[in-house]
Nanobody
Framework: QVQLVESGGGLVQAGGSLRLSCAAS????????MGWFRQAPGKEREFVAA????????KHADSVKGRFTISRDNAKNTVYLQMNSLKPEDTAVYYC?????????????????WGQGTHVTVSS
């Protein structure tokens, strides 16, 4: 099992930036692709970004492309989400999770239990 702890959320004005972190433990972190997801109030959880286990490949949802960047540090068992040019519609609880491939993560398939997430609120 993979244990995941997200952090780094907060309240920011539109146009601002935040950097989210996800610390993983349990199964061999570096063997899995990692992804970020978000769930806005009243909406279903959606895919945001994913990165291969080597870090050489990434995919970002169209809604965040050019503004968000996913990265990872396997030595620290941590994956990051740099969020720039934030918009009010980015307001959500952000979660991370893992699976074998980016394609699986895009489909919403994950191997870990969902953690508490980290809240991001963007004011206009």
């Amino acid at each position: 099992q993979v244990q995941l702890v997200e952090s780094g959320g907060g309240l920011v004005q539109a146009g601002g930036s935040l950097r989210l972190s996800c610390a993983a433990s349990g199964r061999t972190f570096s063997s899995y692709a990692m992804g970020w997801f978000r769930q806005a109030p009243g909406k279903e959880r959606e895919f945001v970004a994913a990165i291969t286990w080597t870090g050489s490949g990434t995919k970002h949802a169209d809604s965040v492309k050019g503004r968000f960047t996913i990265s990872r540090d396997n030595a620290k068992n941590t994956v990051y989400l740099q969020m720039n040019s934030l918009k009010p519609e980015d307001t959500a609880v952000y979660y991370c999770n893992a699976e074998r491939t980016i394609a699986m993560l895009v489909q919403g398939r994950v191997i870990g239990s969902w953690g508490q997430g980290t809240h991001v609120t963007v004011s206009s």
